[in-house]
């Protein structure tokens, strides 16, 4: 079992939708999570840290289930340019192999 | 925008050639990292840094090498490089911080090819 799991997508979703992720993880000693965005041939980017409490940022919010061991990131309100694959990332140097989202007009 | 830079961008080279793969960063992290993408697949970690004289081996088997003489220099070289080696390669810091953990941040990658 991988230690950092993401479904995959692709997501097709239209504008404006709300989508959400989940990421699973193995480790339940670990201690940071972030979620990063890649645009495609681009480096990762970092979109938000996950924060225990649960944290937003726009129209992005991040969650922490540590019971449960998944974080999540919900998008709001869709743009076009929300298109790209969002990596999960739980400590150093764990990422997930990324969910693909395509906004469509 | 994050400082971490990396050298060449493109690199296509022959079977059998040593290469060096350059990747500085000017923030003083102290956390370093190599990772090997190809396109459209996941991240694989193949080596790391936490400081000075500090190499580790990543989850991927790599037959390249690292080395850490500088703070702010950790080059990757391929003694001898064969077609398998083709992908992107994308260098990382990191430092632990008390609002940011230990969040990453990622030159622009070196793409090569191995003819």
């Known amino acids: 079992r991988k230690e950092v799991e993401q479904d995959p997508g692709p997501f097709n979703v239209p504008e404006g939708a709300t989508v959400a992720f989940n990421c699973t993880y193995s480790?339940?000693?670990?201690?940071?999570f972030f979620w990063y965005r890649q645009d495609c041939r681009k480096e990762p980017k970092l979109l938000m840290s996950?924060?225990?409490s649960g944290n937003e940022d726009g129209r992005f919010t991040a969650q922490l289930n540590r019971a449960s061991q998944y974080i999540s990131l919900l998008i709001r309100d869709s743009k076009l340019s929300d298109s790209a694959t969002y990596l999960c990332?739980?400590?150093?140097?764990?990422f997930g192999a990324g969910t693909r989202l395509t906004v469509k007009p | 925008e994050a400082d971490i830079y990396q050298t060449p961008r493109y690199l296509v080279i022959g079977t059998g050639k040593k290469i060096t793969l350059e990747c500085s960063q000017t923030?003083?992290?102290?956390?370093m990292y190599w990772y090997q993408q190809d396109p459209g697949m996941e991240l694989h970690l193949i080596h790391y840094?936490?400081?000075?004289?500090?190499?580790e081996k990543g989850d991927l088997s790599s037959e390249s090498t690292v080395s850490r003489i500088r703070t702010e220099h950790f080059p990757l070289t391929l003694e001898s490089a064969r077609p398998s080696h083709t992908s992107q390669y994308l260098c990382?810091?990191?430092?632990?911080?008390?609002?940011?953990?230990?969040?990453?941040?990622f030159g622009p990658g070196t793409r090569l090819l191995v003819l």
């Open positions: 990382a810091s990191s430092t632990r911080g008390q609002s940011k953990g230990e969040t990453q941040y």
């Open positions: 480790n339940s000693a670990s201690q940071s």
């Open positions: 996950v924060y225990s």
């Open positions: 990332v739980v400590g150093a140097g764990r």
């Open positions: 923030m003083g992290h102290d956390k």
């Open positions: 840094s936490y400081g000075v004289n500090s190499t």
